[in-house]
């Protein structure tokens, strides 16, 4: 993890350097809502860096500012981009699924997750082991490949733009295949009415 070092406090360098463990520095209401005070800066702070709530109260209020603008900025200059179809975690090589060729399974396993608490759990469904198919059981019918084997190494490993790019991908996805099976209800709606109508008309 790259880092700048503030007196005895290690900073993220750069939003690479960032983890899923740190997400909530972007979602917590209190970080992005309105003015924060100092209690509030050091707690902010408290996630984003190597320095508990205790030991940032003992920086002195420039130094404060100094390690609170670095990390502000982190964020400032970042643009949500395509997620990469590869990415390589610990020497492992994952594919970036295809919601719309993946077999109706998934889809099951991710209406059934609480992705706000487990946020993890996204990532772990939208990347598989490299040339396999999501779902491969072995001969006793069990999944070869854990989600949560995925997740634990993800939510460690992960840097946060894979897992924020992941998820403007999956809720674009999400919203066109929605459309997609609404339409789909539409013309299935139209051709029952149409086929009573004849039918009726026959009598």
């Not at 939003?15 to 800066?41: S, V, W, Y």
């Not at 920086?59 to 949500?80: A, P, R, T, W």
């Not at 209800?185 to 051709?191: E, F, G, Y």
Request: aromatic residues 8%; proline residues 3%.
């Amino acid at each position: 993890m790259g880092i700048l070092k503030y007196i005895n406090i290690k900073a993220p360098k750069s939003m690479n350097d960032l983890r899923i463990e740190h997400l909530q520095a972007l979602t917590n209401p209190k970080f992005t809502t309105g003015e924060l005070d100092f209690n509030d800066i050091i707690e902010f702070l408290s996630v984003l860096t190597s320095g508990t709530v205790n030991e940032l109260k003992k920086v002195n209020i420039s130094e404060l500012k100094d390690i609170y603008v670095h990390c502000i900025g982190l964020f400032e200059n970042y643009k949500v981009t395509e997620p990469e179809k590869e990415i390589e975690v610990l020497g492992q090589k994952y594919e970036l699924v295809d919601p719309k060729k993946v077999g109706v399974g998934w889809h099951i396993d991710v209406s059934n997750s609480d992705m706000q608490a487990n946020p993890a759990r996204l990532v772990a469904l939208m990347y598989i082991e490299k040339g396999t198919n999501y779902g491969d059981l072995d001969q006793n019918g069990n999944m070869i490949y854990s989600n949560q084997e995925r997740e634990k190494i993800f939510k460690q490993h992960i840097p946060l733009p894979i897992y924020l790019n992941v998820v403007s991908f999956f809720l674009r996805q999400s919203i066109v295949l929605t459309k997609n099976f609404t339409e789909s209800q539409k013309r299935t709606k139209l051709r029952l009415i149409r086929n009573l109508i004849a039918i009726r008309g026959k009598k």
